[in-house]
């Protein structure tokens, strides 16, 4: 695995809208209407929602900000007919799921680190949608199969997220995510991107 990172890592592929479903398997959101899709994702600080927009802008989406009722920012794509494919991978009835053989890649685990990444005393944290029952297990066997092996934090615990922990693991996930963007803390503990 560690002789074909490189190929998976964030800023080695050309951006795609198929990238945004790092943010589904986090805390992400979807809404259709008729044709057209939205992506969502709630964050709490100021540095996720200028680096989401800058992730749309780059995939051809441009993106607005939203305030919410409890304070934070909803960063959010404009209904688009592109997301369709999206959608129709991650919605199963009413709910999202994953889809069947889903892979994590570096754009994929960029956006989930931007949208809702932390280090801890611990490790890293990769938060996950608190009623996305359906993506809880299926995002631990993604993060396994891109060799970061995680430990699921229920709801009481936490989460829910997966804690990434060890030397060589935080080290390829800093290695599949890139550089932090603008505003964001590098580093080993209470920071918010890898170190």
Request: charged share 20%.
């Given at each position: 695995?560690?002789?074909?990172?490189?190929?998976?890592?964030?800023?080695?592929?050309?951006?795609?809208?198929?990238?945004?479903?790092?943010?589904?398997?986090?805390?992400?959101?979807?809404?259709?209407?008729?044709?057209?899709?939205?992506?969502?994702?709630?964050?709490?600080?100021?540095?996720?929602?200028?680096?989401?927009?800058?992730?749309?802008?780059?995939?051809?989406?441009?993106?607005?900000?939203?305030?919410?009722?409890?304070?934070?920012?909803?960063?959010?794509?404009p209904?688009?007919?592109?997301?369709?494919?999206?959608?129709?991978?991650?919605?199963?009835?009413?709910?999202?799921?994953?889809?069947?053989?889903?892979?994590?890649?570096?754009?994929?685990?960029?956006?989930?680190?931007?949208?809702?990444?932390?280090a801890?005393?611990?490790?890293?944290?990769?938060?996950?949608?608190?009623?996305?029952?359906?993506?809880?297990?299926?995002?631990?066997?993604?993060?396994?199969?891109?060799?970061?092996?995680?430990?699921?934090?229920?709801?009481?615990?936490?989460?829910?997220?997966?804690?990434?922990?060890?030397?060589?693991?935080?080290?390829?996930?800093?290695e599949?995510?890139?550089?932090?963007?603008?505003?964001?803390?590098?580093?080993?503990q209470?920071?918010?991107?890898?170190?």
């Open positions: 695995m560690t002789g074909q990172l490189s190929f998976f890592t964030a800023g080695s592929q050309p951006p795609s809208v198929a990238d945004l479903e790092g943010l589904l398997v986090g805390a992400g959101q979807i809404v259709r209407i008729g044709g057209t899709a939205r992506v969502s994702v709630v964050v709490d600080e100021l540095w996720r929602a200028e680096a989401l927009l800058v992730a749309y802008a780059e995939r051809g989406l441009p993106g607005e900000p939203a305030p919410t009722v409890d304070g934070l920012t909803s960063v959010r794509t209904f688009s007919r592109q997301l369709l494919p999206v959608v129709d991978r991650w919605v199963h009835g009413a709910m999202k799921a994953m889809p069947p053989r889903w892979l994590l890649d570096g754009p994929r685990l960029r956006l989930w680190a931007i949208a809702g990444g932390r801890d005393a611990h490790g890293y944290l990769l938060r996950l949608g608190s009623s996305d029952l359906g993506v809880w297990e299926p995002a631990g066997a993604a993060l396994a199969a891109a060799g970061l092996a995680a430990t699921f934090l229920g709801p009481r615990a936490e989460g829910p997220a997966y804690r990434i922990v060890g030397r060589r693991r935080l080290g390829r996930l800093r599949y995510v890139g550089e932090p963007p603008p505003g964001a803390q590098a580093g080993p209470a920071a918010d991107w890898p170190g």
